[in-house]
């Protein structure tokens, strides 16, 4: 019988024992497959939906209450969002949420059909059960939508009122209503899908014991056919195998005694035939030098010396010398440090593997190399030389550095405003958090926290336009050289001082180098900034907590700036100058001003004139504004008139002036001269 054919047998077997095993991991795995998909997928979509409703529920109402944070206060917790935006983001998880709910009843009415499928009575029930608190959770979720949309129509018409309205309606309906229930059905979603898993688990545990002994069945069946195959291969083998040993010396003498009909047999007529075909034949020197030439890596031969011996093509082309100039020369010529303890070490050890060096090329260029040796012996084992083959390491090193520059670059820009340059809110954060941990450490050390504010920076945006507001704000952050910048605002770190008066003495430096003019684009600026100062103290446990003190403080410096304010226009007053608040209704522009400063005119902001024609709420707050300035007896100015549809309306409200493109567009003080001449 050929080997070929009891291998056959053998594999037949095996493999029929496999397929054995390969149909029962596939009935059982296709069992858990089902059972699992029958409770997971419904499982893990309820908890999907419970998870989506909590959290755009939370969403929706923390907008909510950030628009009537917008109304209220200067400091905003989202600096470059408006009041629309926060809208829309409410209204958006509302539509999310109504989606996974909708989303949750179809995954419990899966469920529920899975159950009714298998007769699960106990399972039924707690599905419709569920069923039932999503219909709860859809009635209350009806119910605050409602309730929301009021909200978001009451905020705009009576702002004062809404506040109320939040408090007494909508707070009570997302706290006490639909968040508990929301809240319910994600639990128990939760718990589904932890059951679900649970159950999977035990699944895969009962197989992985089944196949375990059916395995452990076929393996010593494989084993015992295994035993005897292999003795009848073996013994040939081992036969060829000593024979193969003996050339592998240089012993060309032994034959393979042949007495069998099989593949064995004729193998071990082949053997001896390649005996007999090495016995007159040997390998090429120029073979070698070929395979030589042709690697692609550096290879060199060194002698028991120390010497060069040998060396490819691909040595020579990367240190740039001729064959003439390395060979019999040190081999310590092409390294640029001292390797020999390297190559004692080799002499020990007999391999040296991903060694890192550095050769040095003929030009005295450093090439960064990875290369590996071994020693060459001969039969009795004793060294002829080293062999070493090198790989170039100069482009890895390149792309290592280059890949850290880039990510030196992006941390940098992580870290960093992008106009300034000046470090960012996260990077000031941190490093507060740092000084913060220090100073409770550490009672007596003292550092401070400066806010400052750019007056009035709007007024030149809007009238010089945001290009030129962009350089004032570059050259502030030149002036202020450290800081960190959010919008118009700048927060300096003032560490290790002694006492307060160092941060007020650092605090009046930087008012003095600011007072100073600014050239712009060919215009002279002048600015005043307002600065809050909040030192450390041990009581501070959380950096919001400084910050807050130092913007209050800020903000208490703006308003003592405003009376200063009002004392210099009531002076100047007395001379004859008339006074005008520009842009009334947005900005800065506040009521306050109208009883604190001797205004003259309101010039009416163009956001309430763009669209004064076809909006009834901006032509009632137009019309709210002009019977205030002519109750407290002042002018009052359109701001942005360009269309006689503008004039129209503003002409019924009863505003004796305009200014903008339906006049005339911006002209020199003389073209300005010449046309009120004409007039």
Known sequence: MKISHKLTFGFLVIAFLLGGLGFLYFRINSKIKNDSERTLKSAILEFHAGTEIVFSLEASQEA???????????????????????????????????????????ATQIAL??????????????????????NSIDTEFFIYKS?????????EINPDYSHEFLENYLEPQFRNKIMPLAQKYR????????????????????????????????????????????????RPIARLKDAALQISTGRLEPEIEVNRQDEFGFLAQAFNQMIEGLREKTVSKNYLDNILASMAESLIVIGPDKTIQKINHATLKLLGYEESELINQSVQFIFAEDIEPDLNNLAQTGVLSNYEATYIRKDGKKIPVAFSSSLIRNENGETQGIVCVA????????????????????????????????PNRTFFRERLEELLKLAQKDPDYIFAVLFLDVDRFKGINDSLGHLVGDQLLIEIANRLKVCQRSGDEFAILIEDIKEIGDATAIADRLQKELALPFELSGHEIFVTISIGIAISKTDYDRIENLLRDADTAMYSAKAMGIDRGTLIIKQLKTLGIRFSIDDFGTGYSSLSYLYRLPIDTLKIDRSFINDIDTDRDKFELTRTIVNLACNLGMDMIAEGVETIEQVTRLTELKCEYGQGYF?????????????????
């Open 663 to 679: 006049f005339s567009k911006p002209v020199t003080s003389e073209e300005a001269e010449a046309l009120i001449a004409a007039v």
């Open 64 to 106: 909510a209450e950030e628009i009537l944070l917008e109304k209220y206060q200067k400091f905003q917790k989202y600096p470059n969002q408006e009041i629309p935006y926060l809208k829309q983001k409410a209204k958006e998880n509302l539509e999310n949420t109504a989606h996974h709910i909708k989303l949750g009843k179809e």
């Open 147 to 155: 309730i929301l949309s009021e909200y978001l129509q009451l905020i």
């Open 113 to 134: 059909q899975m159950a009714l499928s298998v007769s699960d009575e106990p399972e039924i029930l707690e599905i419709k059960e569920e069923l039932k608190l999503l």
């Open 187 to 234: 639990e128990q979603a939760l718990e589904e899908t932890e059951n679900a898993s649970r159950s999977t688990i035990e699944s895969i545990d009962y197989e992985n014991k089944i196949i375990a002994i059916s395995s452990i069945f076929a393996f010593v069946i494989a084993i015992l056919l295994g035993l005897l195959i292999s003795d009848h291969i073996s």
């Open 391 to 422: 790989r170039d390491m100069t482009e890895r090193y390149l792309a290592q550095k280059r890949l850290r520059e880039s990510r030196e670059q992006l941390r940098h820009q992580a870290l960093h405003d992008q106009l300034t340059g000046l």
